[in-house]
């Protein structure tokens, strides 16, 4: 960032690192106030592509998809690149137009894309589609080799808890429950709400704290359950009359020849 600012004067440099800076510590917490500091350093470094680009950011979690989406394209034809293109097609999500956010996710740059930055696009690509009722083209949308209940890791249970949405929108249930376990797995950070959706849908509890995990035992409770059903059936009792002493071919003492 600071090379970003060398063509800054010393002294509007060191007040545009400082905005920048609170930009970084309140975003989460305080979005509207990460706004205003990033709106102060553009006023005084609109030309520089790294203060455009974190206005964008800035904007998009502050809920103001216009401004998000302005600042995003400005920087990206300071410094090209395709970087936060998921972002600039959620902005299109939030401003009511998930054909465009459709489009965005066809493109060059977004099929140029890797790894996490092409997981978000799915996800947003995915939420476009289920804007439209698209709720199947939505499953499909997020069929790709990341889909792997081995992974762990906020990217891994984002990708897995969208597909668990979209699985529950086409009416799949089943395959939906499945998919917000794996998410709840693989969420080490607690970033979703993947083990309360589970046990709404397991029917083991309602809301924070409720144990998803029973869905397994369930499972293991039926199997014990079949396994004494069938020990006590006709068929298993037959069997055990069948089995009576071996019989030998000797002749028994005392018969005669």
């Known amino acids: 960032m600071r090379r970003d600012l060398l063509s800054l004067d010393k002294s509007n440099a ?12 309140l ?20 030309r520089i592509a790294v203060v455009r680009e974190t206005a964008g950011v800035a904007a998009y979690h502050a809920g103001e998809w216009a401004e998000a989406l302005s600042e995003l394209r400005t920087a990206r034809r300071m410094s090209g690149g395709s970087g936060l293109l998921a972002v600039m097609a959620d902005c299109e999500r939030g401003l009511g137009r998930p054909e465009r956010a459709i489009e965005l996710g066809r493109s060059d740059e977004a099929r140029a894309l890797q790894g996490d930055e092409a997981t978000e696009l799915r996800i ?44 529950l929108a086409a009416d799949r249930g089943d395959e939906a429950l499945t998919w917000f376990m794996n998410a709840a797995s693989a969420d080490l950070d607690g970033e979703t709400d993947a083990e309360e959706r589970a046990a709404e849908l397991s029917g083991h509890g309602d809301g924070e704290g409720a144990d998803w995990t029973a869905a397994f035992d369930d499972d293991e409770d039926e199997d014990g359950e079949a396994a004494e059903d069938e020990s006590d059936s006709p068929a298993a009792e037959q069997d055990s009359e069948d089995d009576g002493p071996e019989k030998s071919d000797k002749p028994a003492e005392g018969s005669e020849n």
């Open 124 to 167: 947003v690509v995915a939420g476009a589609r289920m804007d439209l009722g698209q709720f199947d083209q939505a499953v499909v949308t997020l069929q790709t080799a990341e889909l792997d209940p081995a992974r762990t890791g906020s990217a891994a249970a984002r990708l897995f808890y969208a597909y668990a949405e979209a699985l």
């Open 27 to 46: 975003l989460d917490e305080d979005p509207e106030l990460a706004l205003e500091h990033a709106r102060a350093a553009r006023q005084r470094a609109g």
């Open 14 to 25: 060191e007040s545009v690192a400082r905005h920048l800076v609170m930009v970084a510590q």
